[in-house]
């Protein structure tokens, strides 16, 4: 398969070492561990950046997927339901909330999903909305690591940051795209829901994994899946060659070097940092689990198996 130059959606987080950056000596050092709470403020910052910073993007997901005139000539809000995109009452008016709790929205409609997206209310998707016309979008961190808990309805509620969009199928939000090849879309239709390849668009080898959370980061120091670096670097690394943000990332170890100014990722690392190291890990729901056997596992995992010593 050839070279694929099309985006990613993951925000991968929690890794070993530095930021990625075209000059190091220049780079953000932010190897370390957060132990305590952040600046309230730095930790504000870094939610704004988390759920509508596009980084951009826009110049990518609009001007060379188009994905603008896609989402308004067929998403309508079933359809966008249907592969995962969720919509946060908290950004609707109380009309238009109590008509969707009702069931008196049209959603079969694609003029629905712009108007969401007019809103701010698709989480994850940051559009422009003119005479009522889509005419530019984005994505944000969100899109794959924020949900709803459904309070109005299913894929329909208060957002809940930090959790995996389990349900988001990102290669079929991909191939809806007009200017991918059949074989690259092929790719992308075969990943399925809560799956993503943050490698594909650099190796060509298809080797989806499940999307990771962004919360219980602040005291975990391997990133799950590669080990490559600390969160900084993966919120560099997606944002800039996965969401096609425009700043600068280098890897040497992987042949990586994308340069797309100006910077507008950068300057934005540590606050967006501070907001996931915020995000503490959910308690699990009461009688999901065997409490015993969690317990044996637990000494398991910490004694004798020696798992916590990469875990």
């Not at 808990?149 to 208060?158: C, E, K, S, Y």
């Not at 967006?272 to 890990?281: D, G, H, I, K, V």
Request: glycine share 10%; net charge negative.
């Amino acid at each position: 398969m050839p070279r694929n130059p099309f985006p990613a959606l993951a925000l991968l987080a929690a890794t070993l070492a530095a930021c990625g950056d075209a000059d190091p000596a220049t780079a953000p050092d932010l190897r370390a561990t957060a132990s305590g709470p952040a600046n309230p403020a730095l930790v504000a910052e870094g939610r704004t950046i988390f759920r509508f910073d596009t980084f951009g993007d826009e110049t990518f997901w609009t001007d060379t997927l188009r994905m603008h005139e896609r989402i308004q000539a067929a998403l309508d809000p079933m359809t966008a339901l249907s592969l995962g995109l969720k919509v946060d009452a908290d950004a609707l008016p109380p009309d238009i909330r109590a008509a969707l709790a009702a069931g008196t929205v049209d959603l079969e409609s694609p003029a629905t999903t712009v108007a969401l997206i007019g809103l701010d209310a698709v989480v994850g998707v940051k559009g422009r909305v003119a005479g009522g016309s889509l005419v530019e979008v984005g994505i944000t961190c969100a899109l794959c690591h924020s949900t709803v808990d459904n309070a109005v309805g299913a894929g329909i509620g208060r957002r809940l940051d930090g959790w995996p969009n389990r349900d988001l199928d990102p290669g079929a939000i991909i191939a809806l795209s007009e200017v991918l090849s059949e074989e690259q879309r092929a790719v992308y239709s075969s990943w399925g829901p809560g799956f993503y390849d943050p490698r594909f668009s650099f190796d060509g080898q298809n080797v989806p994994v499940v999307l990771p959370p962004a919360f219980g980061l602040r005291h975990v120091r391997h990133e799950l899946y590669t080990g490559d670096d600390v969160v900084s670097y993966w919120n560099a690394y997606v944002a800039i060659t996965q969401m096609h943000g425009h700043g600068t990332f280098s890897d040497p170890r992987l042949g990586i070097f994308v340069n797309n100014p100006p910077d507008r990722v950068s300057g934005k690392l540590e606050a967006l940092r501070a907001y996931q190291f915020s995000l503490e890990a959910p308690a699990p729901v009461p009688g999901s689990f065997d409490v015993a056997a969690a317990r044996r596992g637990k000494a398991l995992f910490q004694g004798q198996a020696r798992c916590g010593s990469c875990h």
